[in-house]
């Protein structure tokens, strides 16, 4: 049973950056895509990010491209998220997830198995 942990969360300014971490344990990362979500309240869980085994495919959800980053290290069985230029609607609660696949279906939830409990961000105007 993979247990992810996610952390590097907090309060900061609009403009700030943040990394995220997500480190797996009880199990590795290999061969299965990761990915990031975000929740914020009263909204439904987004997919953020997403990267394939290897890391030669990753994917964006539109709003974050360009500001922000998906990394893996698979030696350290840890995920990464740097966020850059952050915004107030960039504010929520970030999971990270381990997908059933190697690659595909990156931005369906159903498609990941195991989730994190979130770390909170909070990016005030």
């Known amino acids: 049973q993979v247990q992810l942990v996610e952390s590097g969360g907090g309060l900061v300014q609009a403009g700030d950056s943040l990394r995220l971490s997500c480190s797996a344990s009880?199990?590795?990362?290999?061969?299965?895509?990761m990915g990031w979500f975000r929740q914020a309240p009263g909204k439904e869980r987004q997919f953020v990010a997403a990267i394939s085994w290897g890391g030669a495919s990753t994917k964006y959800v539109d709003s974050v491209k360009g500001r922000f980053a998906i990394s893996r290290d698979d030696a350290k069985n840890t995920v990464y998220l740097q966020m850059n230029s952050l915004q107030s609607e960039d504010t929520a609660v970030y999971f990270c997830?381990?997908?059933?696949?190697?690659?595909?279906?990156?931005?369906?939830?159903?498609?990941?198995?195991?989730w994190g409990q979130g770390t909170q961000v909070t990016v005030s105007s």
């Open positions: 997830a381990k997908s059933k696949y190697s690659s595909g279906g990156d931005d369906i939830p159903a498609s990941y198995e195991y």
């Open positions: 009880g199990g590795t990362i290999d061969y299965r895509t």
